[in-house]
Structure formats: C-alpha cells, structure tokens
C-alpha cells in the first residue's frame, strides 16, 4: 500500500522496521521483494550487516540527516514499519534515560540464567505493569533494560519515555492502518507459512552463528533456533512463530493507540487515506 501512495505522491519510502535493516534478514523480516524495491526507491532497507552495532539513537540521527538534505529537494517522504520505538524517536526524539549500569546489568543477566525470564517479568510486574503490558515479553535484553531504568531511576519506565517532544524541522501526518481481529491473525498465519515455505529454516541454520546479536533475538528466528537446538518439533517451533506474531501484533497495537495524533484506516481505504494527505499537504 505505501507503494501506492509513494507513486501517487511521487516520493521516496523510508523504513522503520528494526529488523529490515539487515541484509541478512531477508525471509524472517519480510524484507520487501526485488519488485516492490525497484518500483519505489526505498532507504533503510538492509544497509547493515547482524555483526553491525546499531540502535534507535543512531538510526534517529541517521534519518534525521537523510531527511536534511532530501527535503531541499522533495517535499515529502513517506516513512512506514512497525517498530513504535524507532518511528517515535525520528517523531519525537529520544528520551533522557540514565545510561546502562554494568554492575546492575550483570545481577539482572545472572538472575535470569538463575531463575529465567519469568522472574525478569515478574519483577517488571511489580515496578512498570504499564510498560509491562507493552513490551515483548520474550525479549530479555528489553525487560532487563526496563528493569535498570526503573531501579537506577526510581521511576517506572513508560513515565520517562513520555517525556516533552522536542522539535523537527518537519510537518508529520501519522496514518495508522487497522484491521478486525480475525482478519489480522489469518493473515499472519499465512504469512509465517509462506515464510517457512520460502526458506525461513533454513536462514536461520546460516545465522545460527550470529544468534547472540540483538538483531537474531526477534520473531521467527528464536522459535527456529529452539527447534535447531532439538527443543521442540518443527511443527511446534512454527505454532509459536505464529502465536508469538500474534501477541506481538497485540502489543503493537498496544503501543500505537497512546498516539492520539495517529488517523486510523482500513488498508484497502487508498482513497481516503490519500484524501488526508493530500488536505495536509494543502
């Protein structure tokens, strides 16, 4: 669909799916096919590497200096994906939490080799439940890193997150696409199945390497290396890859819906939703 809008507005895409970023992601991330690259020029899209450091400060500065020089030539750019913290951060910027703590980190990484993520959950529970219901449950680099704000800071995470927005050169119009629940589920279901048709094992097993990296503990992959490891059937590591997208998906939601500048539309809705860009723009 932004394909569609970008012709009609005859402008450039800009991804903000953390996990496109990688060239090596190609299945997994649902990188956008040779086809729709070349039918729209598209940045941000598997220019790094998993060995790569990267992170949502760096990518904001990165957009935000690609944006300087396109718009003295462009007047508009359509920015699209699903990683709520990334798109709000070239939004809003990014807010001023305390920086990592080692000593408090390695207690956090001990308890959950110790007693598992469960109790990283539990205790995110107890000092954050708004962020709680937000965050990907599965990932424990984020809970542990919620946890040591919420500790270092005295104060729950999701309040410092929320902090004054600070100013961009730029008008933004926020469209946010929506779809009945029973519409949303199958369709991701039938695309883990073509995923998992198009190869997803087997991109996993050559980055099977790479697991530890930020970038590989994510969807689809986790559940691949589980079954990899021998702890679970193909047949169960592909339910949880759906059920795990589906909560996900939930989450996003979750994240979105606090925006009450987003304009919500059914995807099919082309022809409104060019109507509101095209009353913005005007």
């Known amino acids: 669909m932004c394909?569609?809008?970008?012709?009609?507005?005859?402008?450039?895409?800009?991804?903000?799916?953390?996990?496109?970023?990688?060239?090596?992601?190609?299945?997994?991330?649902?990188?956008?096919?040779?086809q729709q690259l070349a039918a729209i020029k598209h940045h941000f899209i598997a220019h790094l590497s998993v060995a790569d450091s990267y992170n949502v400060c760096a990518y904001a500065d990165d957009v935000l200096l690609f944006l300087s020089t396109y718009f003295e030539s462009q007047p508009t750019a359509i920015m699209t994906g699903g990683s709520g913290l990334y798109v709000h951060a070239v939004c809003h910027g990014i807010d001023n939490l305390p920086d990592p703590?080692?000593?408090?980190?390695?207690?956090?990484?001990?308890?959950?080799?110790?007693?598992?993520?469960?109790?990283?959950?539990?205790?995110?529970?107890?000092?954050?439940?708004?962020?709680?219901?937000?965050?990907?449950?599965?990932?424990?680099?984020?809970?542990?890193?919620?946890?040591?704000?919420?500790?270092?800071?005295?104060?729950?995470?999701?309040?410092?997150?929320?902090?004054?927005?600070?100013?961009?050169?730029?008008?933004?119009?926020?469209?946010?696409l929506h779809r009945e629940r029973e519409e949303l589920f199958a369709r991701i279901n039938t695309r883990v199945d073509q995923m998992i048709h198009d190869g997803l094992e087997e991109e996993a097993r050559g980055l099977i390497g790479y697991r530890e990296n930020p970038s590989l503990k994510t969807l689809g992959y986790r559940e691949m290396f589980e079954y990899i490891d021998g702890h679970c059937s193909r047949e169960a590591a592909i339910?949880?890859?759906?059920?795990?997208?589906?909560?996900?998906?939930?989450?996003?939601?979750?994240?979105?819906?606090?925006?009450?500048?987003?304009?919500?539309?059914?995807?099919?809705?082309?022809?409104?939703?060019?109507?509101?860009?095209h009353a913005f723009l005007d």
């Open 3 to 34: 394909i569609e809008l970008a012709r009609e507005l005859n402008t450039e895409i800009l991804s903000a799916d953390s996990r496109q970023f990688f060239k090596e992601l190609r299945i997994g991330a649902a990188t956008p096919t040779a």
């Open 239 to 277: 339910e949880k890859i759906k059920a795990n997208t589906r909560h996900y998906a939930k989450r996003q939601m979750t994240w979105f819906r606090r925006d009450e500048d987003i304009i919500w539309f059914h995807p099919d809705n082309v022809k409104d939703i060019l109507a509101t860009i």
């Open 101 to 176: 703590d080692e000593e408090l980190r390695l207690s956090l990484k001990t308890k959950l080799e110790e007693e598992g993520i469960e109790s990283l959950r539990n205790e995110l529970m107890l000092l954050d439940p708004v962020f709680y219901d937000e965050v990907d449950l599965h990932n424990p680099a984020r809970l542990i890193r919620a946890i040591e704000v919420c500790l270092q800071s005295g104060k729950p995470y999701s309040e410092l997150r929320h902090q004054e927005a600070q100013e961009r050169p730029f008008r933004i119009l926020k469209i946010g």
